[in-house]
């Protein structure tokens, strides 16, 4: 038996690819990877990533299995109803089907809600059987020491930077209001046995750099240093993300760069003071303590990506040119600009449900990239945002800033393997900073 495993994705002009749209990812999704690691062996797995393939809406298959997250679940149903015509079953599940499974099931013969590796094998014996149910969801949260290899093997390498992700650890205490990790990962961090880690990227096939696609890694300190202690003989280059407190950790620090560590997205999400939005230790002076966490980072020669949002109650105008600053002050090396984004049933959505604030329900806007006119701001528009982070975007990765930057990055880092990924990672960012102009230009 067959089956497709499809992640739907938001790069479409109606049902052709956009073209104009920058489709270089740095590195894959891991959940359909874990599910076909999951599956029986008895079933044929195909994984599509919707970004770069078409799909073949005549193959031949007996199951049809979708993750999406919000700005794609109206092109994840278009897909869905076109199998279902033809009469071939399909599942859903991720972050959207679990946060509106009534929603997906309208487009869905099963909708799974929750982490899927516990329930996929049971919801395909059903399957086999004849007997699929409409609903399943794990009780709890799944035993980390039982999550298996993911068939990385499966995703088509030509479409990424490296196609080495691994996950070691799942859930986030600091409850921000906009995040939707607690509710399908929970609150209490769990772990994967690092020997389980070492022995996943032992197998894996040479890879540029590992990405460890956990949300935080600093969660369990003591963890993370076993990890990156057992990491040293490996002689690997690795990245992940962490929240901007791993700057007052010198001493992890000094363990993931001789672990192979050459960078760390963080989430800094706001330079300005965010006490009701942010569960994360907020201090009055944010700017000063972000400064010394990118000035500690790059002492141990890791580079910084920084994630930055607009929207807080608090913002105005004033908060890009602030923003804009502080990046080229501290010299962070990539720095992302989007909407604050309140997906569904996040506690940020819940309250602005409540304030009357939400204004729109169609998914496609949802956008990081491009929003639409989702919810009132309190002191601009979205179209202002969208605007601004247009503009933000084109100054950052401008050549006339770039270079001076790689320049420094390059007597920083002194890392060939390094340099080349600032190269395909800054090609990436550019010429998605282009394309949002000129969709800007041509609304």
């Known amino acids: 038996m067959k089956i497709l495993l499809i992640e ?3 790069l479409r002009k109606g049902n052709r690819l956009d073209k104009e749209n920058p489709k270089v990812f740095v590195y894959p999704a891991i959940v359909l990877p874990l599910l076909a690691a999951v599956t029986p062996p008895e079933f044929d797995v195909k994984i599509i990533n919707d970004a770069f393939e078409e799909i073949n809406y005549n193959e031949e298959a007996d199951l049809v299995g979708m993750t999406f997250y919000t700005p794609s679940a109206f092109r994840a149903y278009e897909i869905a109803d076109r199998f279902r015509k033809r009469g071939v079953k399909v599942v859903m599940g991720g972050v959207h089907a679990s946060a509106l499974p009534e929603e997906a099931a309208e487009h869905a013969d099963s909708v799974v809600v929750g982490e899927g590796e516990e329930v996929w094998p049971k919801l395909l014996e059903d399957f086999k059987n004849g007997g699929l149910k409409k609903l399943y969801k794990t009780d709890g949260f799944v035993d980390m020491s039982k999550i298996p290899a993911a068939r990385l093997d499966l995703l088509n390498r030509k479409f990424y930077i490296t196609t080495g992700v691994i996950q070691a650890s799942r859930g986030c205490s600091y409850g921000c209001e906009f995040c939707s990790i607690e509710r399908i990962f929970g609150k209490k ?15 894996m096939k040479k890879q540029r750099v590992i990405l460890f696609s956990d949300d935080n890694l600093i969660m369990n300190p003591p963890y993370l240093k076993e990890l990156c202690k057992a990491l040293i003989p490996l002689k690997i280059h690795w990245m992940g993300e962490a929240s901007w407190t791993i700057g007052k950790k010198p001493e992890i620090l000094k363990l993931m760069k001789k672990s192979g560590c050459i960078g760390l997205l963080i989430g800094f999400e706001s330079v300005r003071e965010q006490k009701h939005t942010r569960k994360v230790s907020v ?25 930055f949002m607009f929207g807080f109650d608090n913002d105005d105008l004033s908060a890009f040119d602030e923003t804009l600053k502080f990046c080229f002050d501290v010299d962070i090396d990539f720095a992302e600009f989007s909407l604050m984004m309140p997906f569904p049933e996040t ?7 409540e304030e009357g604030r939400m204004l729109s329900r169609d998914w496609s806007e949802y956008n990081y990239q491009y929003p639409g006119n989702i919810y009132k701001l309190k002191n601009m528009t979205t179209d202002e945002v969208s605007d601004n982070i247009r503009k933000m975007s084109l100054e950052y ?22 340099m080349l990924a600032l190269v395909a990672v800054f090609a990436a960012y550019r010429s998605k900073a282009v394309f949002l102009n000129r969709r800007w230009l041509n609304k």
Request: cysteine-free.
């Open 397 to 418: 990765y401008s050549y006339r800033k770039m270079l001076p930057r790689f320049i420094r990055q390059l007597f920083r880092y002194r890392s060939i393997v390094l």
């Open 347 to 353: 506690p940020l959505y819940k309250r602005l449900t």
């Open 189 to 203: 961090p769990r772990f994967r046995p690092i020997e389980e880690v070492i022995k996943e990227i032992k197998g």
């Open 283 to 307: 201090y009055k002076d944010m700017r000063k303590a972000y400064k010394e966490t990118v000035k500690n980072v790059h002492r141990h020669r890791m580079l910084v990506v920084g994630t």
């Open 8 to 10: 739907a994705v938001t």
